[in-house]
């Protein structure tokens, strides 16, 4: 019974907080870039560099199962969201710029936009704080979470192109701008090849889209050795899980990609194997040279986001400009990717 009351007392503070955050989420809103770091351990985050106590009572993100929990209410308050709870289903409700995310104490289903998805780690009380996976949170609402193992911090950011880009936005006219001449001879004569890996078609689907969007080339990387569908159980020990375990893993690609130098820009699709791209997409890295290309990322998911895939791309290839990367779904449309395209500098 005290901890239920500790707990209420707790939330009713952070609606206090919510109530009174507007100004700090419309100040937030209006920088060209949102980004919040925390530390595990350090109980101060800085939001856009300045630097400020999570909470008054010192509380530190911590690592459960792998998984950073963080006490959501300066997060959310910095990104520009609403936080709710429920005492009696005990169950957090964060709102942001048209979603929602539903997370019960100690369940690990999470709901964003009603929808039920699995998490690795529960949300939990410790210490009377009410304690959430950031990830889950902060790729659900579209913001991009890297992670830096030797200094242990949490980067999470969001653009305001990347902001402007999200579904609600896509779907909205868009401006009648005029493109100054020269922006529009240089697009017509850069080429832009969309290369995809996919084992069972949904990247395939999302990259025939992307190709259509930027008016490029589609090619697959095809595995010398097929992926089978016990080769993807990654709830065994699957052939996918011992390649993406050993980081010297490079599996073989059967076709060749003819005039690579051509391209300007590349695409790369592929689906999200443990938080990140699949050894074949190194295998490609290996195989062709990416400097000085404009490259952009898209990934089909359960739910992860694509921030770690972009990082380890961005340390792989160094010397390739990788712009930006999304995340797609089955229902992401040509006119979404068209939008997005525009939206990160393509100029097709
Ligand atoms: C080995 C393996 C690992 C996976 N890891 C993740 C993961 O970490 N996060 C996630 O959201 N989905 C994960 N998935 C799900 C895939 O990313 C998702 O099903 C994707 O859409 C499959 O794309 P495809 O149909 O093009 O092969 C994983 C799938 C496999 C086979």
Redesign the pocket.
């Known amino acids: 019974m005290k901890r239920t009351l500790s707990i209420l007392l707790v939330l009713s503070m952070v609606f206090s907080v919510f109530v009174a955050a507007g100004c700090a989420a419309d100040k937030n809103a209006s920088a060209d870039k949102t980004e919040i770091v925390l530390q595990i351990g350090s109980p101060v985050m800085t939001v856009n560099g300045a630097e400020q106590k999570i909470d008054e009572e010192g509380t530190v993100p911590v690592i459960v199962n792998e998984r950073t929990l963080v006490p959501i209410r300066a997060i959310i308050e910095a990104m520009g969201g609403t936080v709710g709870w429920d005492g009696e289903k005990r169950e957090v409700s964060l709102d942001y710029n048209g979603d929602n995310i539903r997370l019960v104490i100690d369940s690990t289903t999470a709901y964003f936009n009603g929808k039920a998805s699995e998490l690795d780690t529960a949300p939990a009380i410790i210490n009377e704080r009410t304690m959430l996976p950031i990830r889950f949170i902060a790729e659900s609402f579209g913001f991009d979470v890297a992670w830096d193992g030797d200094t242990q911090k949490i980067t999470i950011t969001k653009t305001a192109e990347a902001a402007a880009a999200t579904p609600e936005a896509a779907t909205a006219e868009p401006a009648a701008t005029e493109e100054p001449a020269a922006d529009t001879a240089e697009a017509a004569s850069s080429k832009t090849l969309v290369v ?9 689907k ?1 990259a025939e889209k992307v190709a259509a969007a930027a008016e490029g080339d589609l090619v697959q990387l095809v595995p010398a050795q097929e992926y089978t569908a016990e080769d ?3 709830n065994s020990d ?1 052939r ?2 011992r390649e ?1 375990n050993d980081a010297t893993a490079r599996p073989e690609i059967k076709n060749v990609i003819e005039n690579f130098s051509d391209y300007d820009t590349v695409m790369i699709c ?7 791209i ?1 050894r074949i997409i190194y295998t490609f890295m290996d195989s062709y040279d990416l400097s000085d290309k404009d490259v952009y990322m898209f ?6 986001g694509i921030s770690q895939a972009m990082s380890d791309v961005k340390k792989y290839a160094p010397e390739a400009k990788v712009i930006d990367g999304m995340r797609g779904t089955g229902s992401t449309t040509e006119g979404q990717l068209k939008d997005w395209l525009k939206g990160n500098g393509y100029g097709k």
């Not at 995809?196 to 395939?204: E, R, V």
């Not at 592929?270 to 990140?276: A, E, F, S």
């Not at 990934?299 to 992860?304: D, N, V």
Request: glycine residues 6%; neutral net charge.
């Open positions: 995809y890996f996919s084992c069972t078609n949904n990247t395939k999302l993807i159980d990654y699957c996918a899980n993406q592929h689906p999200i194997w443990w938080g990140t699949p990934c089909t998911s359960g739910s992860s």
